[in-house]
């Protein structure tokens, strides 16, 4: 059965279910589907301020003892870790040790200062507890993106790129960091950083300080809503790719070694809009920010402002659906999971706050299939929601990883835990 074929079948069963892969709306005519999620040629979105844009925020009350996200069928959820500070984003060093960034930024406007350190967990006999637990790294400023390269450990504070030396095994970085590579602070915050396949050159995520750059600052700075790529000392930095409002988690897909991310969009243009995405990065291209959004549909609020650059905008790959705020990406290389798992995409959608009903607050699988996503995505681990009438939610997953032994590692930085999950038993492919 080809994708087309089955994305629709898929479609039309979740438009009888009202599942989360699509929306519907009524009109004074009848029904109408509102598709806001799955390939970008297959959308139907709504005209921009159709439904009310509102605001309702979620309040995490924690995890009740005993109580923990719910997995599919055949795979068991364990707590990995917990007493965490705001833990983010993830990154498993080649010994199968697994750093944590522990940074805050919501919060620090009520006094709260940023633990603003990475965390190292060692799980040497596998039995999903970590014997050891030590800080890795400390004195950062809002660290998110990690990475190794040879005997360099290279980390995204919110206002640079720094590196230090790395030693194999080693619990502990004493050393002086050096800034290679300053990056605007504030705004979006989440600076993740990759290397290329042959170790080279590193690519550094940056958002946006604004939702649609309401007063002109973003566009004065280049580097914002951006994919930079860099030497490995910092230097020869260029645009990748731009007009990303707010691109975060990066990965390399493992098929075509394409880089991926997930991006959040905008907000305040109602329910539906705009979906949030995931895509392929191609050297050189605008996706719209702020101006349009999935290809050339013109932003109201920027309208007649650049027609040129309008024009030159393509979409995103893969609709993710609207508010659900993607923070987490990993293309599945483990061999424990399933065969329909392999060489997808796990996301962690950390939740939304600007539409009348939740959505997100779980972490989703879209399939690939000869490096495209080859189906709906599906949601993998939820639970996470409390009581939806009182706006409370017991975490909200952000950073997810595999491990060495093919378990996914999902951080939680609202529950300050990491849940781990794990295949149970063989289930047959979905291909």
Same mark, same amino acid.
């Given at each position: 059965?080809?994708?087309? &074929?089955?994305?629709?079948?898929?479609?039309?069963?979740?438009?009888?279910?009202?599942?989360?892969?699509?929306?519907?709306?009524?009109?004074? !005519?009848?029904?109408?589907?509102?598709?806001?999620?799955?390939?970008?040629?297959?959308?139907?979105?709504?005209?921009?301020?159709?439904?009310?844009?509102? %605001?309702?925020?979620?309040?995490?009350?924690?995890?009740?003892?005993?109580?923990?996200?719910?997995?599919?069928?055949?795979?068991?959820?364990?707590?990995?870790?917990?007493?965490?500070?705001?833990?983010?984003?993830?990154?498993?060093?080649?010994?199968?040790?697994?750093?944590?960034?522990?940074? &805050?930024?919501?919060?620090?406007?009520?006094?709260?200062?940023?633990?603003?350190? /990475?965390?190292?967990?060692?799980?040497?006999?596998?039995?999903?507890?970590?014997?050891?637990?030590?800080?890795?790294?400390?004195?950062?400023?809002?660290?998110?993106?990690?990475?190794?390269?040879?005997?360099?450990?290279?980390?995204?504070?919110?206002?640079?790129?720094?590196?230090?030396?790395?030693?194999?095994?080693?619990? $502990?970085?004493?050393?002086?960091?050096?800034? &290679?590579?300053?990056?605007?602070?504030?705004?979006?915050?989440?600076?993740?950083?990759?290397?290329?396949?042959?170790?080279?050159?590193? +690519?550094? #995520?940056?958002?946006?300080?604004?939702?649609?750059?309401?007063?002109?600052?973003?566009?004065?700075?280049?580097?914002?809503?951006?994919?930079?790529?860099?030497?490995?000392?910092?230097?020869?930095?260029?645009?990748?790719?731009?007009?990303?409002?707010?691109?975060?988690? @990066?990965?390399?897909?493992?098929?075509?070694?394409? @880089?991926?991310?997930?991006?959040?969009?905008?907000? $305040?243009?109602?329910?539906?809009?705009?979906?949030?995405?995931?895509?392929?990065? $191609?050297?050189?291209?605008?996706?719209?920010?702020?101006?349009?959004?999935?290809?050339?549909?013109?932003?109201?609020?920027?309208?007649?402002? %650049?027609?040129?650059?309008?024009?030159?905008?393509?979409?995103?790959?893969?609709?993710?659906?609207?508010? $659900?705020?993607?923070?987490?990406?990993?293309?599945?290389?483990?061999?424990?999971?399933?065969?329909?798992?392999?060489?997808?995409?796990?996301?962690?959608?950390?939740? #939304?706050?600007?539409?009348?009903? +939740?959505?997100?607050?779980?972490?989703?699988?879209?399939? +690939?299939?000869?490096?495209?996503?080859?189906?709906?995505?599906?949601?993998?681990?939820?639970? +996470?929601?409390?009581?939806?009438?009182?706006?409370?939610?017991?975490? %909200?997953?952000?950073?997810?990883?595999?491990?060495?032994?093919? !378990?996914?590692?999902?951080?939680?930085?609202?529950?300050?835990? /990491?849940?781990?999950?794990?295949?149970?038993?063989?289930?047959? !492919?979905?291909?």
């Amino acid at each position: 059965m080809t994708f087309r &074929i089955a994305f629709f079948a898929s479609l039309a069963v979740c438009l009888m279910m009202a599942c989360n892969s699509a929306s519907q709306t009524s009109e004074d !005519s009848g029904a109408v589907a509102v598709v806001e999620a799955g390939p970008s040629e297959n959308l139907v979105l709504p005209e921009p301020f159709a439904t009310e844009s509102v %605001r309702k925020r979620s309040v995490v009350v924690g995890w009740p003892e005993g109580h923990m996200p719910a997995a599919l069928p055949g795979f068991e959820v364990t707590l990995f870790a917990d007493d965490l500070d705001n833990p983010r984003q993830l990154y498993v060093l080649p010994n199968g040790d697994v750093l944590v960034a522990e940074s &805050i930024r919501e919060r620090l406007e009520q006094g709260r200062v940023s633990a603003s350190r /990475i965390t190292l967990l060692r799980d040497a006999d596998q039995d999903g507890k970590p014997e050891v637990r030590e800080v890795f790294l400390s004195g950062l400023n809002m660290p998110f993106g990690m990475q190794l390269v040879g005997g360099t450990f290279y980390v995204g504070n919110t206002d640079g790129l720094v590196r230090y030396p790395y030693q194999p095994g080693q619990r $502990r970085i004493t050393a002086k960091g050096e800034k &290679i590579l300053d990056l605007p602070a504030g705004g979006h915050y989440t600076r993740d950083v990759v290397a290329n396949a042959d170790g080279t050159r590193l +690519f550094i #995520s940056v958002g946006s300080g604004s939702n649609v750059d309401e007063d002109g600052e973003d566009a004065k700075d280049p580097r914002r809503a951006a994919i930079l790529e860099v030497n490995l000392d910092g230097s020869d930095m260029r645009v990748f790719a731009s007009g990303l409002r707010n691109p975060v988690g @990066l990965a390399w897909e493992p098929v075509t070694n394409a @880089l991926w991310t997930v991006v959040n969009e905008r907000d $305040r243009l109602g329910d539906e809009l705009v979906p949030d995405f995931l895509t392929s990065v $191609r050297d050189g291209s605008f996706y719209g920010w702020p101006y349009s959004y999935f290809g050339q549909n013109e932003e109201p609020r920027k309208k007649g402002e %650049r027609p040129d650059l309008v024009a030159m905008a393509i979409p995103p790959d893969y609709a993710l659906g609207s508010h $659900r705020a993607p923070l987490g990406l990993v293309f599945y290389e483990g061999a424990s999971f399933p065969e329909q798992y392999h060489g997808g995409a796990f996301v962690g959608l950390h939740g #939304s706050w600007n539409r009348s009903e +939740f959505v997100g607050y779980k972490v989703t699988f879209i399939p +690939f299939e000869n490096g495209q996503p080859s189906g709906p995505m599906q949601d993998f681990l939820t639970g +996470f929601i409390s009581n939806e009438e009182a706006s409370e939610v017991y975490g %909200r997953p952000v950073g997810v990883a595999v491990m060495e032994d093919g !378990s996914l590692l999902v951080a939680d930085d609202g529950g300050n835990k /990491i849940w781990r999950v794990s295949a149970t038993q063989t289930l047959s !492919s979905s291909r």
